[in-house]
């Protein structure tokens, strides 16, 4: 994901999401606890295992927001 990239302390799926679909793009990545990247594609590095992305968000212990070094990936809807 190579848009928009925003950092917050109490960072939420739903926050994230929410913020990219603000900025017209197409997928929400959540990444190490409390970033959030915005793009229209992704996909440069493959697909990681499921096990690699269950870092709790800051903002929602029981939401995951990825891992070190991978995005967890949502669409917008757009």
């Known amino acids: ?15 994230c999401v929410y913020l990219c679909t603000t900025y017209k793009y197409r997928f929400a990545g959540l990444q190490a606890i409390d970033c959030c990247h915005c793009g229209n594609s992704y996909g440069r ?7 690699e992305c269950s870092l709790s968000c800051d903002g929602d212990h029981s939401d ?6 991978r995005n967890e990936v949502y669409s917008t809807g757009l």
């Open 1 to 15: 994901l190579n848009g928009y990239e925003w950092k917050q302390q109490y960072m939420k799926t739903a926050n």
């Open 45 to 51: 590095y493959g697909r990681a295992a499921d096990s």
């Open 64 to 69: 995951t927001c990825g891992g070190h070094w």
